[in-house]
């Protein structure tokens, strides 16, 4: 591809040797840890307690931490695409509130298990909602301003409707369970959710992925990218079903990790010329290893309850939204009237 130079073969390969040393990581620490000599022979073999440990339950999390990251990045650099927004992000938008409502309102009543296919499947409903709705508030020109003001009124009122769902279950103890699953963690996943993530993530990747190059025309403004031959209502279609079926799912079975769509693709975009296009691979490769490095971050700090992970997510993320706003008012600040 002609967009994909040796510049991108190299930043794409150091992030993928990241991943895997993350991942070599993950397999080892925990509350039981294990030597980095005995993690492949664990991997392969499958025997001893050592084996169960790094196949039966840290594998299956450490292979969600890096689909629901690689999922994020993707969402977040395509929804910065999209938009031609720096600052978008699905949790901006109401995207994850809406999968996490969505999801809540299924396992809350009973309505199917929590290791049901049903369960994404309402996650994604949600998301679809929340972004399809993001759009025909906003409109196609919609200043910064009016898409953060309407992002901020879905996210609000899935949060409303969330707290709705939990005064309403007609079980206390499952309402408290929801509750803690929705702050985000990966623990206690295993290759039960794997199975019910990985189709929804990857058509999320490849719906997403085949848009990479109408982010680039969109660059010159709606009326140019239109006369390139970029068909803006299926391109806007595209986005709302990949960043619904990618984050849909990934709350479904994670609960609500913030930032990673925000912070992957602005740690990378410089190093591709801020191209829309040559951004999106290496923002989910960054997805991926944030994540994976704070569930490993999780596990190492200490305490007697392991610290839920979109709290952590959370804690480096807004700092981070802050520091990208100061960003962006120092450079209109500077910029001649």
Not at 12 to 20: D, F, K, Q, V, Y
Not at 117 to 135: E, K, N, S
Not at 163 to 183: D, G, R, S, T
């Amino acid at each position: 591809m002609s967009w994909l130079n040796r510049r991108d073969l190299t930043l794409n390969g150091a992030l993928i040797a990241l991943i895997a040393i993350l991942f070599v990581l993950s397999l080892a620490v925990g509350p039981a840890g294990i030597p980095l000599a005995r993690v492949f022979d664990a991997l392969f073999s499958g025997e001893g307690v050592a084996g169960i440990i790094v196949r039966d339950i840290r594998l299956p999390r450490t292979v969600l931490a890096v689909l629901i990251g690689a999922t994020f990045g993707l969402s977040g650099a395509a929804l910065q695409g999209l938009l031609r927004n720096p600052l978008a992000e699905p949790a901006l938008f109401g995207a994850p509130q809406a999968a996490a409502a969505g999801a809540s309102l299924v396992i809350a009543f009973g309505l199917a298990g929590a290791t049901s296919y049903a369960v994404p499947l309402a996650g994604i409903a949600g998301t679809m909602v929340a972004i399809g709705a993001l759009l025909a508030i906003a409109g196609r020109r919609a200043s910064l301003t009016v898409t953060m003001l309407a992002g901020l009124a879905l996210a609000s009122f899935a949060g409303a409707a969330i707290a709705l769902i939990l005064n309403l279950a007609p079980n206390p103890y499952i309402a408290m369970e929801v509750a803690f699953w929705l702050l985000g963690s990966l623990q206690d996943r295993s290759t039960e959710h794997l199975v019910i993530a990985v189709p929804f993530l990857v058509a999320s990747w490849v719906v997403l992925g085949m848009s990479a190059r109408a982010f680039r025309a969109l660059t010159l403004g709606e009326d140019a990218a239109a006369s390139l031959g970029v068909d803006i209502d299926r391109t806007r279609q595209a986005v709302v079903v990949g960043v619904a079926l990618g984050v849909g799912a990934a709350v479904a079975i994670c609960g609500s990790i913030g930032f990673i769509g925000l912070v992957a693709p602005h740690l990378v975009r410089r190093m591709v010329n801020s191209d829309p296009a040559r951004v999106m691979l290496p923002a989910a490769l960054t997805g991926a290893a944030l994540l994976l490095a704070a569930d490993i971050g999780v596990r190492l700090m200490p305490g007697v309850v392991e610290i839920k992970l979109g709290v952590v997510t959370a804690l480096i993320g807004v700092p981070f939204f802050i520091a990208m706003i100061f960003s962006e008012r120092r450079m209109l600040e500077g910029s001649p009237s």
